[in-house]
């Protein structure tokens, strides 16, 4: 396992790992994708529980705000 994954509680270590690989398989397809085009003044957020997301790389001579919110009591579904 990578040392970013948990056990897959219930299943051997080996049996949870190749769930996880599948799994990582079927999200990575494009259809799954999105990618926002930046203008001034929007906000974008997501559920970090629900969401894997990346960010491509940007240029660090220009101004980026990023402000994170945290709530309380949420549980993965």
């Known amino acids: 396992m990578a040392a970013t994954e948990v056990e897959v ?3 051997e270590p080996e049996e949870g790992s190749k769930l996880v690989e599948q799994l990582r398989k079927h ?6 994708y999105y990618q926002h085009k930046w203008s001034i003044g929007d906000i974008v957020y997501w559920d ?3 969401t894997l997301h990346y960010r491509q790389a940007f240029d660090p001579n220009q101004r980026r ?3 994170r919110v945290s ?3 949420s549980r993965p579904f």
Not at 27 to 32: C, D, S
């Open 71 to 73: 709530l309380a009591g």
């Open 9 to 11: 509680v219930g299943l």
């Open 27 to 32: 999200l990575n397809q494009p259809k799954f």
């Open 48 to 50: 970090n529980q629900a």
């Open 65 to 67: 705000v990023l402000k």
